[in-house]
């Protein structure tokens, strides 16, 4: 009995954990979409969610080399949206260009890294709840 409640507890733990850090993850994203003046770009903070992704070229995302400049590149977020009825469905936006990227300074390329991971970690969540929802449509009723 008191290993199923740990596991509840366990769990139960887990789950508070992973909300409270969405909300921290969603205000920390909204003062660097308006201090990168995204909000130049994407008037409405809701609206950075329609894109589909947000890439960045000039520097790594990869885990294990995160940040890292690529010589000879430029830093610009890249975002990409999609129109279901368009004849090119997909469509790259700018949404910031900061120049060549070994002439970016660490403080700003650092925070640019940072809106975009926080992004796809609100996008992973969006994503998890969109899947969940399609999954209800499976569910027989016993």
């Known amino acids: 009995m008191s290993s199923a409640l740990d596991r509840l507890k366990s769990i139960t ?17 909204q003062a660097l979409y308006n201090e990168l003046h995204i909000n130049e770009k994407v008037e409405e903070f809701s609206e950075l969610f329609h894109f589909k992704a947000i890439n960045l070229s ?3 995302l990869l885990s294990d080399s ?10 610009q977020i ?3 949206g999609y129109d279901k ?12 260009y900061f120049g060549k990227a070994q002439n970016v300074d660490e ?25 969940h929802g399609m999954l209800e449509t499976f569910k027989t009723d016993e």
């Not at 733990?13 to 994203?29: G, P, Q, T």
């Not at 009825?85 to 910031?96: P, T, Y």
């Not at 390329?109 to 899947?131: A, D």
């Open 107 to 131: 403080t700003l390329k650092n925070k640019i890294v940072e809106f975009i991971i926080r992004f796809r970690f609100e996008k992973s969540f969006m994503t998890l709840e969109h899947y």
């Open 13 to 29: 733990n887990k789950i508070s954990s992973y909300e409270r850090a969405r909300k921290e993850n969603l205000v920390l994203l």
């Open 85 to 96: 009825d368009a004849v090119i469905k997909s469509k790259n936006v700018s949404l910031g």
């Open 66 to 75: 995160l940040g890292e400049i690529k010589k000879g590149k430029y830093l």
């Open 78 to 80: 890249l975002a990409i």
């Open 58 to 60: 000039g520097a790594s």
